[in-house]
């Protein structure tokens, strides 16, 4: 028997196909008494047969049953070589909950205001409030000045949101530009070749710079040209880096078990030239199975050349808050009634085409986009707090090949209720693997991330800790595998098996830490199996680590027969 160490790499595997679906009524109460039958699924169009049904209540306690774990101090074991069974444990009288939902908050603090920005902190503070035991939130922006990873510490997500500032990359905030080209106006001008931009533009810059002085008409159209440049490249540059964020946290957050969705608080941004990146962002995040749901931070938002020209955000009679459709760093109104309403008109435009890239990213992902209103804490309830109701879908695609294809899915109903259906909107079929070790590998690590139990084969687990310090420990990780149920392939008179062992240890908060793959390689004679069905295997992993609670994730698979087996175990090191 031997046995040989192996870093721990992980990837994603498609299999089973799983559709998490919430139905709304008209008023966006989640309903919860549908049945499998209800439901109709449909991969490229074809319908599927609906393998697995289950309906979810939010506020379900889960629970991690811990496995017995005792300081190493206290009661040594009574062979302290590598494959040692720990001695009896003591088992924890008060399991801790299991995290199950995981958000991340990513703040554009590029793009936000500081009056957007005081409204948008005081709704996501009273929202991070009423998380649930199983939630663990994180908050990130996408300037980077802010980075909180997953916790339930609310007095850190406190400190985080109060942290939060405009970061813009403009230095024109707080300026009255001459002229005043939108990233919108400039992309009209520069990308488009529209003549009536430039117009519009070349007029404002005549007003504001040379008086009104037709003699400077070349050189006012020369300034509006170059005032374009440099709004594309500053408009590119933060929109390009708002996306690049969103793309990174889509891969920060698919290592996360349970639950996982990205809530994007913006006033949104426009994307003329940057199709490709938005795009690759919702292939990410479908092959994640990542949601990624969007607020527009700028609430109630009133556009039209009958808006006051105050700019900003102002108040109604009944003091709720109004946003126009112009900036707040525009000149003082000049170069003829005609220009300005023109400007009006791009403005209006624009502020429109900020909040396209919102409601595309998600659409493309399954996820709510929730605006045009001033309840920003109503807002993130909606799009951040577990629906009441949800119903998991699951199917094994006919027929699917292999090919790392697009896959759209659609989620009927069977009756024509009338219910909004909030489901993913696709998936991609794995790549081909010619290599069935490639594709056991696979198997494996996609089990690592995922907080589901499996007993195909039988594995006892147990942990043992022992402290050198107040604050250094090692955690040993203990599988003890009953090898009488397990297959074995007759070779040379011998008998021939590999149990690939996986230990991964996580924080309290879901975070993955570090993770030791060892692979068992049993080539045994009818003897030594004979005495190895009473005693079983046992393979030991260890862990240098801190005082604190932890989660161990073990997996145990077989070549032979491809059974697998997933446990969970809380520890806690005083």
Not at 425 to 451: C, M, N, T, W
């Amino acid at each position: 028997m031997a046995s040989s160490d192996v870093p721990a790499t992980f990837k994603v595997n498609v299999k089973l196909v799983v559709v998490r679906v919430v139905a709304r009524d008209s008023q966006g109460h989640a309903i919860g008494n549908l049945q499998q039958q209800d439901f109709q699924v449909f991969d490229n169009g074809k319908p599927q047969t609906i393998s697995q049904f289950s309906v979810e209540k939010s506020g379900t306690r889960v629970t991690i049953e811990p496995a017995a774990s005792v300081p190493a101090s206290s009661s040594p074991p009574a062979n302290d070589s590598e494959n040692a069974p720990p001695n009896a444990p003591v088992a924890n009288s008060n399991p801790p909950i299991a995290p199950q939902r995981y958000t991340a908050f990513l703040f554009d603090d590029v793009h936000l205001k500081f009056a957007d920005l005081a409204f948008v902190r005081q709704a996501a503070e009273r929202h991070l409030a009423s998380l649930q035991p199983s939630d663990r939130a994180a908050i990130f922006s996408t300037s980077g000045q802010t980075a909180l990873d997953f916790t339930d510490d609310r007095a850190k997500m406190n400190d985080s949101l109060l942290a939060l500032r405009p970061h813009p990359i403009s230095g024109t905030v707080g300026l009255n530009p001459c002229p005043d080209v939108s990233y919108y106006l400039a992309d009209l001008i520069l990308n488009k070749n529209d003549a009536v931009a430039l117009q519009t533009a070349t007029l404002d810059a005549l007003y504001c710079q040379f008086g009104n002085d037709a003699e400077q008409m070349t050189a006012a159209q020369q300034l509006a040209q170059n005032t374009a440049r440099q709004s594309i490249e500053e408009g590119e540059q933060e929109s390009r880096l708002a996306l690049n964020v969103l793309k990174d946290l889509v891969r920060r957050i698919a290592l996360m078990p349970g639950q996982r969705s990205i809530v994007l608080v913006s006033p949104g941004f426009e994307t003329p030239q940057l199709e490709h990146e938005y795009v690759d962002v919702i292939d990410k995040a479908l092959r994640a199975e990542v949601i990624v749901n969007t607020i527009d931070a700028r609430g109630l938002y009133v556009t039209g050349a009958a808006s006051d020209a105050s700019k900003g955000a102002s108040s109604n009679a009944t003091g709720a808050r109004i946003r126009t459709g112009f900036s707040t760093s525009a000149p003082v109104p000049g170069g003829g009634v005609m220009v300005q309403e023109q400007k009006a008109f791009y403005d209006n435009a624009s502020a429109s085409a900020d909040a396209d890239v919102l409601a595309v990213l998600a659409d493309g992902t399954g996820g709510t986009f929730f605006h045009n209103s001033n309840d920003l804490y109503a807002g993130f309830t909606r799009v951040a707090s577990p629906p009441e109701f949800s119903y998991v879908l699951a199917f094994a695609p006919q027929n699917l090949k292999p090919d790392g294809s697009f896959h759209t899915l659609k989620v009927k109903l069977t009756n024509p209720l009338k219910l909004n259906l909030q489901a993913r909107r696709g998936y991609y079929a794995p790549k081909h693997l010619d290599d069935p070790a490639e594709e056991a590998k696979q198997e494996i690590e996609d089990a690592v991330f995922s907080q589901d139990e499996s007993h195909g084969l039988p594995v006892e687990l147990r942990t043992q800790f022992f402290k050198s310090s107040d604050t250094d420990a090692r955690l040993s990780v203990f599988a003890r595998v009953d090898v009488k149920h397990i297959r074995f392939r007759k070779v040379d008179g011998r008998n021939k098996n590999d149990l690939t062992v996986v230990s991964a240890l996580f924080d309290r908060n879901g975070n993955y830490l570090k993770g030791e793959e060892k692979i068992l390689q049993m080539n045994w004679k009818d003897e030594t199996l004979e005495s190895q069905l009473a005693s079983g295997v046992t393979v030991k992993t260890s862990f240098d680590v801190k005082p604190g609670k932890y989660r161990v994730r073990l997996i145990v698979r077989d070549a032979e027969g491809q059974s697998i087996t997933a446990a969970n175990s809380a520890v806690e090191i005083p």
